[in-house]
């Protein structure tokens, strides 16, 4: 519930504070003295997106805070859910600076706009206007009928059902696409692997005939500098390792009187090892090194066909070639199997068509035993609204293809007149007559949403008289023990129902104009009533109208249990 709103440098409102009570409230005043701000700032709590040109001209930044009582709301898991701190007491803030940048707080901690919005959608529901054309859509009439079902559990198995469905369709239609394209290519698919079988191919071979290849191309050359090599460490008389061995037995003499030698002769053996193993191993190496022209031939041939296959799968290496490979004969098996997993596709699909069918049969009971009461207690409502004849009906046909609302199309059915066929409300209702349905509406609604506060913005559009005190009676009937319905109406029928008066009013000052709200004292109200009644002249006729539609209103509240504002008291 709004328990107060502060506002600074919006728009018209250079600073506002006013406080609202639960119940059935009423704020009244001249054709643009700026009750579209107030909800305009009422909005911006809500997550709507904010315009820089509202920032009061001169002013830097305009702030609008809200304070809400959560007591009665259940929304302790939407803060744990958003990582906010939890009070009864809630405070939203918006800032808004000239500069265009907006700032949302929710208990003094950052919020976004989406945050704002699922919080607001929790707290208020406004009604503008424009809202009326709301009941001419789809969507909104099974948004209606929804919440009068209570059916958030059908609807979430549904919705999980249709998901299902359609990423069960979904992989059908993939696999059988696939099935085609690989068909069309079936042939050539098999033919590739025809060559990469032929071709036996293996990880890093193409290193080693690369480097076979260089030995071969040059086995003459290499040959020569190995035994050149072995020649120069054993193979002359004054070979390297023969004069080596001599001084490493001088040192070894040596070493017996000269002690530093020693470690020499360490060294030098180990040297000598390791040289005369060279040796040996660069000897056996030129002893198996010979041209082969037929060899040099097979890795040749080998290598050309590897880098063939290479350039015609667009790869670099044999690595990615084997990855090709790979792939063809993925595609092969699928070629193979895919008659078969089609097979479970289809399988699977028709599961979840079952699934979706019983699911969608749950939700459209649902909605079908709703429809019912729906239908009764609207139908109770405009008539006492003045409509008499009324008749109203809410089909559930279903549809030829489902969507994630379900598989029933909604249509609100109406005639206000004997004699006349039911038809789709949007094609017959009048402007108060759609008023009067919505109002009905809202009314039925009202308990089944659970939301704390509904601000009605001139809903009493049309409308006049003894329907315009039907209207107001009806709200002041919803403003049950814990609800907040604030009506902002031009009616003085409505405006004397209401438990706590505001009204709104715009003044010429020497800095420019603006707006403001206040709260009406007892005689105050009177007179605003009867101002409404008579115009600007107030008469004697116009104040009595107004105390007798003040007295009416309390005996009606005072029926319902409640404290309301006496004429008498002022």
Known sequence: MLTSLSIRNYALIESLEIDFESGFSVITGETGAGKSILLGAIGLLLGNRADSSTVREGATKCTIEGCFDLTACDLRPFFDENDMEYDDECIIRRELLSSGKSRAFVNDSPA????????????????SQHQNL?????SFQREVLDTLAANA??????????????????????????????????????????????????EGEDEELEAEHSVLEHAEEIKTDLYATVDLLTGNENNLLGNLKTHLNTLRSLARNYVKAAEWVERMESTYIELKDIAEEVESAAERISFDPERLTEVEERLNLLYTLQQKHHVKDLTALLAVEAELRERMASIDNSDD?????AQALA?????????????????????????????????????PNIRFQIDVSPRTTPDSSGMDAITFRFSANKGTALQDISDVASGGEISRVMLAIKALTAASRGLPTLIFDEIDTGISGQIADRMGSIMQEMSAPGRQIISITHLPQIAARGAVHYKVCKTETATGTLTAISRLSADERVNEIASMISGATLTEAAIANARSLLQLSQSAEETKGQKVFRPSDS
């Open 351 to 387: 599961q979840a068509q079952e699934a979706l069918t019983a699911t969608a049969k749950a939700l459209t009971d649902s909605r079908k035993k709703a429809a019912k009461t729906a239908e009764k207690g609207i139908i109770e409502r405009l008539q006492s609204l003045g409509m």
């Open 153 to 202: 559990a059908e609807r979430a198995a549904y919705l999980s059902a249709y998901q299902a469905f359609g990423s069960a369709q979904q992989a059908l239609r993939k696999a059988e696409a696939e099935r085609e394209k690989n068909r069309a290519d079936e042939d050539f698919i098999r033919f590739q692997l025809q060559q990469f079988d032929e071709a036996c191919l293996k």
């Open 134 to 138: 709301l009941l001419n859509s789809e």
């Open 341 to 345: 997993r089609i097979a479970e596709l």
């Open 112 to 127: 976004s706009l989406s945050q704002l919005k699922a919080l607001g959608s929790k707290l208020i529901d406004i009604h």
